[in-house]
């Protein structure tokens, strides 16, 4: 379970959509599709970027243990479906969340096992993408919601040394390359559970 979070701006929807592009990642990846109560964004579209639904469905699936992990970011609440992961797991392949940071401590918390990749890029940088990303907001309205969220990107830095990894997205290429070379290298990593047991000797050697 790949688990990918980080503040508003840096390129995490940009960098999961490259990602997808690539066959070795579409054909053994499962994205999760998140639900969320608030509006799509222009250009989104519902069971491809969220399941956008009312509140007070969310609640009655919140209520019926339907989510692995739910967390309310701004004013709005979002959650991981755990039919994504039973999905994921019976077809063989991994899982990859891209949720906000309390989503991404929630899981490590009931998986151990999931792989934290915190996304960050320079705060100009992410300042700028913020003002250039569309909006139905003008104005002060505007300039007050990118300040809630630079102001939230400052706590979720915080929270950096609870993660496996953290990639700078300041080439898009590049932090790509560097997501999928976790990825793959993870796949190879010894489990927890099998270190420090002795080799069966009984069997010898073949």
Same mark, same amino acid.
């Given at each position: 379970?790949?688990?990918?979070?980080?503040?508003?701006?840096?390129?995490?929807?940009?960098?999961?959509?490259?990602?997808?592009?690539?066959?070795?990642?579409?054909?053994?990846?499962?994205?999760?599709?998140?639900?969320?109560?608030?509006?799509?964004?222009?250009?989104?579209?519902?069971?491809?970027?969220?399941?956008?639904?009312?509140?007070?469905?969310?609640?009655?699936?919140?209520?019926?243990?339907?989510?692995?992990?739910?967390?309310?970011?701004?004013?709005?609440?979002?959650?991981?479906? =755990?039919? @994504?992961?039973? &999905?994921?797991?019976? !077809?063989?392949?991994?899982? #990859?969340?891209?949720?906000?940071?309390?989503?991404? /401590?929630?899981?490590?918390?009931?998986?151990?096992?999931?792989?934290?990749?915190?996304?960050?890029?320079?705060?100009?940088?992410?300042?700028?993408?913020?003002?250039?990303?569309?909006?139905?907001?003008?104005?002060?309205?505007?300039?007050?919601?990118?300040?809630? =969220?630079? @102001?939230?990107? &400052?706590?979720?830095? !915080?929270?950096?040394?609870? #993660?496996?990894?953290?990639?700078?997205?300041?080439? /898009?290429?590049?932090?790509?390359?560097?997501?999928?070379?976790?990825?793959?290298?993870?796949?190879?990593?010894?489990?927890?559970?099998?270190?420090?047991?002795?080799?069966?000797?009984?069997?010898?050697?073949?």
């Amino acid at each position: 379970m790949f688990v990918v979070s980080g503040p508003s701006g840096v390129g995490k929807s940009t960098v999961t959509a490259e990602l997808f592009k690539t066959p070795e990642i579409k054909e053994s990846v499962a994205y999760s599709i998140s639900a969320t109560t608030r509006p799509p964004r222009p250009g989104e579209r519902e069971g491809v970027n969220y399941f956008f639904v009312t509140q007070e469905k969310f609640d009655s699936m919140a209520a019926a243990g339907e989510f692995l992990e739910w967390a309310q970011v701004h004013d709005h609440v979002y959650g991981t479906p =755990r039919s @994504n992961i039973e &999905r994921a797991f019976s !077809a063989g392949k991994d899982l #990859y969340l891209e949720i906000d940071v309390q989503g991404a /401590l929630n899981v490590r918390a009931a998986h151990p096992d999931a792989v934290l990749i915190f996304i960050t890029a320079p705060p100009d940088v992410f300042r700028a993408r913020l003002e250039n990303r569309p909006s139905a907001l003008t104005g002060d309205a505007l300039r007050n919601e990118i300040e809630i =969220r630079m @102001n939230t990107a &400052r706590r979720e830095l !915080a929270f950096l040394t609870e #993660y496996d990894f953290c990639v700078i997205n300041d080439n /898009l290429d590049e932090c790509v390359k560097t997501v999928i070379s976790i990825m793959f290298a993870e796949r190879c990593r010894v489990p927890s559970s099998a270190k420090g047991k002795a080799p069966d000797s009984s069997q010898g050697e073949g």
